[in-house]
């Protein structure tokens, strides 16, 4: 069911909108302190203040981040389900994602420990599913010239890919 996703991208915390609640009060309330303490002309309560707002509103963002990744790991995930066979081009995955930063996502994702059962090349731009049942048909991947901008890519033999430069349709002829 939930392949390629790992404990990190699936568990729903509990405890994290409460938590951004409590954070965004001390936000508000730091930042309305901080004015009177400036009013006053208290410096150093002025900046503990600013301290105060600072890390509540850093605790806001790295769980809205998380909350963001958890999203973009099952778009993620699905994706590679649809995937063909047990490997994949980026060209070809960053174009079932429509998204052309999927590289950069899908790179954020594995380091970040929500993506697993994946392997990545980053010199072929090849990416491996592992311990998946598809079909172990050996995909080959052949490196053309974008006729467009010349850019070299990778890509399957015999489908049609986009050019990742300059988004040129590159069609593979018969052979
Ligand atoms: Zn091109």
Request: charged letters at 20%.
């Amino acid at each position: 069911m939930y392949h390629f996703m790992t404990n990190k991208a699936i568990k729903k915390r509990i405890w994290d909108i409460p938590v951004i609640a409590i954070c965004l009060l001390f936000v508000f309330a730091g930042f309305g302190v901080f004015l009177d303490f400036m009013k006053e002309g208290d410096i150093a309560s002025a900046a503990m203040s600013v301290v105060i707002v600072a890390v509540n509103a850093y605790v806001v963002y790295r769980i809205l981040r998380h909350r963001l990744l958890q999203v973009k790991a099952s778009r993620y995930a699905f994706a590679l389900e649809d995937a063909p066979g047990i490997a994949l081009s980026m060209d070809e995955y960053a174009q079932m994602l429509a998204d052309d930063k999927a590289e950069q996502t899908f790179l954020v994702l594995r380091q970040g420990g929500y993506l697993k059962d994946v392997a990545y090349n980053g010199a072929t731009r090849v990416i491996t599913l592992l311990n998946t049942d598809k079909p172990a048909v050996t995909e080959e991947f052949i490196t053309l010239e974008c006729p467009n901008c010349g850019a070299k890519t990778r890509v399957l033999k015999g489908r049609n890919a986009r050019c990742p430069y300059c988004d040129q349709a590159i069609i593979q002829g018969q052979e």
